[in-house]
């Protein structure tokens, strides 16, 4: 157990339709990184919440965004479904944003779009 | 893109030592190893990590080799239960204070009965 948490842990959407994915970190932790992972493939970085701002994102596209709350739980937008975002999101939380603190992995949601 | 190569499976006897290699030659000094597992697609799981000196915890050793251009996770006593995708990372500063893990493929270890 992380004590990172995922919500919810499965989901099938739509083509086109909008989904939320929610991240409750952990306890203490400020900062939120979340990933994308294919089948077969290691996770993708998608982007990182410090304290509430976005500080930093990898090759996504704009219909990829999110939130950071006060007490540091964050969500993942997707807007305009694609097949091809079909995907286990991963969210890991750390106490900061530096390099050399472990970060936490909750157990994902698993995306399905058709 | 990646910055670690890692052999794509191995095998391992249970109750042997298993030693996963990792190549890094493009590390940066101030840049970090970490090792993670994942386990038939549930949430990666923090193993251990390390900048230049070997580190133990209570899962793994690791080994950096002085160089910095590869290193070597250990797991002391293998069990069924270690089989699992072992992605060695380098962690990177990516736009100012952000950092991100970029995960490669990953070694699938196979510990055998």
């Known amino acids: 157990e992380t004590g990172v948490t995922q919500s919810p842990t499965h989901l099938i959407k739509t083509r086109g339709q909008q989904v939320t994915l929610r991240c409750s970190s952990q306890s203490g932790h400020n900062t939120v990184s979340w990933y994308q992972q294919a089948l077969g493939q290691g996770p993708q970085f998608i982007f990182q919440y410090y304290r509430e701002e976005e500080n930093g994102r990898g090759n996504f596209p704009p219909r990829f965004s999110g939130l950071q709350f006060p007490n540091y739980s964050s969500e993942l937008n997707v807007n305009a479904l694609e097949l091809d975002d079909s995907a286990l999101y991963l969210c890991a939380s750390s106490l900061a944003a530096g390099l050399n603190t472990e970060a936490f992995f909750g157990q994902g949601t698993r995306l399905t779009v058709v | 893109d990646a910055k670690t190569t890692q ?5 391992c006897a249970e109750g042997r030592a298993a030693n996963l290699p990792c190549n890094h030659s493009t590390i940066s000094g101030n840049e970090y ?3 993670y ?4 697609s549930q949430g990666p799981q923090y193993i251990i990590h390390g900048l230049k000196n070997n580190e133990t915890n209570e899962m793994a050793s690791l080994i950096i080799t002085e160089d ?5 996770l250990i797991l002391p006593h293998a069990t069924l239960r270690d089989t699992a995708v072992y992605y ?6 990516y736009g100012g204070a952000t950092n991100k893990l970029i995960f490669g493929t990953g070694t699938l270890l196979a510990v055998q009965p």
């Open chain 2, 68 to 72: 910095r251009k590869s290193s070597t």
């Open chain 2, 88 to 93: 060695c990372i380098v962690r990177v500063l």
């Open chain 2, 33 to 35: 190893v970490y090792w």
């Open chain 2, 37 to 40: 597992r994942q386990i038939h």
């Open chain 2, 7 to 11: 052999p794509p499976s191995m095998d």
